[in-house]
């Protein structure tokens, strides 16, 4: 059976004592027990660390005792310049000694959380992003026992370890720990599974699919990245309050009676109304991101790659393409595995909240539009261009297809061997400006202003890019999002 032992443990064995129980954190050493043992063990200590270079600091030392044995303990410690007190001293972050001092700690600690969510409800004010991104703000009230019960459970093994006084540790420790672990995160996860449940049941009908949409896979990564403005992940406090709204089907404020259009303003007008072709542009920018990132990792990418004229095929599905000069968003040379094969990719995006929609669950819109694009071109492109074909599906909350999504982790894995990062921090990245793509999107169809990310309608010059749609260049995926 495999041991780990303590890296200091010729001293701390030399330390040993049954009338003494010691504790170690890296260089801080902390014991209990009577006060001659504790005397005895103070002593060796000065004498012994030198050996291992370990000098322990009088000034700094401090002995924690009951009040009826203080004048004991003055007595049997005079001299060593040990500090000595009944109330309590902070170790660690937390406090050891009598139930007031503990009280008063905890207060102090408790006054200064307070201070600090002052301060940033103040902050929230003018720059409600920075401030409330993420919206995980626990009650500490409600969630403190079992938090308090997690940190039992984790730490239990290590806890035996230390009343026993054992020097080494197993991988059954270690294994008992992670267990732990795995079954803290298990139990959470399912608690909070089943509040959203009630929670999702109390709902109008209405409301509890818009919270369905939120909450797929990507739709939320707007939430959880770092508001950084230079990666363009920052929205100031007028849109992070319309993408409030819109994530959880509220009215924002201030908004038309009347689009220009003629027709009555609603949001889900907003998000299909081609006035000012802001659908558009919603399509273009997930266009040239998807054939920026692609040119990184593929070969001869095109934007809007002209398909040959058919001259005597027959295609199959009546819906499908057959016009001279017909076009697909996205073509690149050797994504999924044939360096020379030609891959070709067509973007839509949908409202699923808008009346048409509305009755049909998501999963099936997403494979109607899937197989919509796919009678449309795919047979055209499969045996015409011999080359494969993937539609690419976007719902206006931010959540994607199947299909999507094996493009994407396939796009993210190319990316983490070319850039030499890990796979998740590339697909974090990429689920990330998704969202911020659709998000930014879907305000500027609301607001009736052109978005600040402005995208070019060719690949061009890729430092262009970047600086305008927010993309980080391949040296910045380092940074964790």
Not at 80 to 107: D, M, P, Q, W
Not at 447 to 465: E, K, N
Request: charged share 20%; net charge positive.
């Amino acid at each position: 059976m495999a041991m780990y032992s303590i890296s200091v443990t010729p001293l701390i064995a030399s330390l040993q004592d049954p009338h003494v129980a010691q504790v170690w954190f890296a260089d801080d050493a902390t014991a209990g027990g009577t006060l001659w043992g504790l005397h005895d063990w103070w002593c060796k200590l000065k004498d012994l660390g030198f050996m291992y270079g370990y000098f322990p600091n009088a000034a700094k030392t401090s002995l924690i005792v009951k009040p009826e044995r203080l004048d004991e303990a003055k007595q049997q410690f005079a001299g060593t310049g040990v500090s000595i007190t009944v109330e309590g001293k902070r170790h660690l972050g937390a406090a050891l000694g009598s139930r007031a001092f503990t009280e008063a700690y905890i207060t102090e600690k408790v006054e200064s959380w307070s201070r600090c969510v002052r301060r940033l409800v103040n902050i929230a004010k003018t720059h409600p992003h920075a401030a409330l991104g993420g919206l995980g703000i626990c009650d500490p009230k409600s969630h403190s026992d079992a938090e308090f019960d997690s940190s039992v459970k984790i730490t239990s093994a290590l806890v035996a370890l230390i009343v026993q006084q054992e020097l080494t540790f197993s991988i059954d420790t270690l294994e008992a720990q992670r267990s732990a672990k795995c079954e803290v995160v298990r139990m959470k996860h399912r608690a909070h599974d089943e509040v959203a449940a009630t929670l999702c049941q109390s709902l109008p009908v209405g409301l509890q699919r818009i919270v369905a949409l939120s909450s797929e896979k990507g739709a939320s990564s707007w939430l959880s990245a770092l508001p950084v403005e230079e990666h363009g992940f920052a929205l100031h406090k007028g849109a992070f309050r319309d993408a409030l709204c819109l994530r959880y089907g509220w009215l924002p404020s201030g908004l038309p009676t009347q689009c220009v259009c003629g027709q009555g303003f609603s949001v889900d007008h907003s998000m299909n109304c081609p006035t000012g072709g802001y659908p558009t542009l919603r399509h273009n920018e997930l266009r040239d991101f998807t054939a920026a990132i692609l040119s990184e990792v593929c070969t001869d990418v095109c934007v809007e790659p002209p398909l040959q004229s058919l001259s005597g095929e027959t295609l199959t599905y009546a819906t499908a393409n057959r016009e001279d000069g017909a076009r697909l968003d996205v073509s690149a040379v050797g994504f999924w595995g044939g360096h020379h094969q030609r891959a070709f990719f067509d973007v839509k995006v949908f409202n699923p909240t808008a009346s048409s929609y509305r009755a049909t669950p998501v999963a099936s819109l997403y494979r109607r539009f899937e197989k919509e694009k796919r009678r449309k071109y795919e047979q055209r492109i499969r045996e015409v261009e011999m080359g494969s074909f993937t539609p690419l599906v976007f719902s206006t909350f931010g959540g994607i297809s199947g299909c999507t999504s094996i493009f994407y982790k396939r796009l993210a894995y190319l990316l983490s061997l070319k850039r030499e990062v890990p796979y998740s921090s590339a697909m974090s990245w990429l689920r990330c400006r998704i969202s911020f793509s659709l998000l930014r999107s879907a305000i500027a169809c609301l607001r009736g202003r052109v978005p600040t990310v402005v995208v070019p309608s060719a690949i061009g010059h890729l430092t262009l890019y970047y600086q305008r749609v927010g993309c980080l260049p391949p040296n910045y995926l380092n940074c964790s999002l």
